[in-house]
């Protein structure tokens, strides 16, 4: 399959790897397992598009995974290897469908570390019993 997913980070950031050609069809079929996967999380889960491996082209139909970006607990998108070409046109999509939380990047230091400071800079859940009113 030219479309792997795992989470990474203590389940914090879901990294799909594409290689190779690949079709939208196989990505649209890893969303399902996908929005499972972010739900048993329970936390914002941010995204590696990792594209490195495959002569990206975008393929017909890519606004079939607009429904991943809007996931309310999709935090940002982070993409690397992409040309500038590649960069110019996920920009344009992105504004299509009104997303505005993505970054590129060349290097894998420069992504993963991003998103652990991304992870590192997010409100711990409160540890404080709620108080109750009477």
Known sequence: MA????????????????IGHWEIDELVDTLPHTYELVEKTGKTVHLLI???????????????????????????IVFL??????????????????VERFKFFEAPEQAWAYLRQLIADEPLPSTQPAEISQ
């Not at 479309?3 to 389940?11: C, K, M, W, Y």
């Open 3 to 18: 479309v792997q997913f795992t989470l990474a980070e203590n389940d914090r950031v879901l990294v799909y790897t594409f």
């Open 50 to 76: 990792d594209l490195s491996q495959t002569p990206y082209k975008t393929p017909k139909n890519i606004f079939r995974t607009r429904a991943i970006t809007m996931h309310p607990k999709i935090g940002q």
């Open 81 to 98: 290897g992409t040309s500038a070409f590649s960069q110019m046109l996920a920009q344009a999509i992105f504004k299509l469908m009104h």
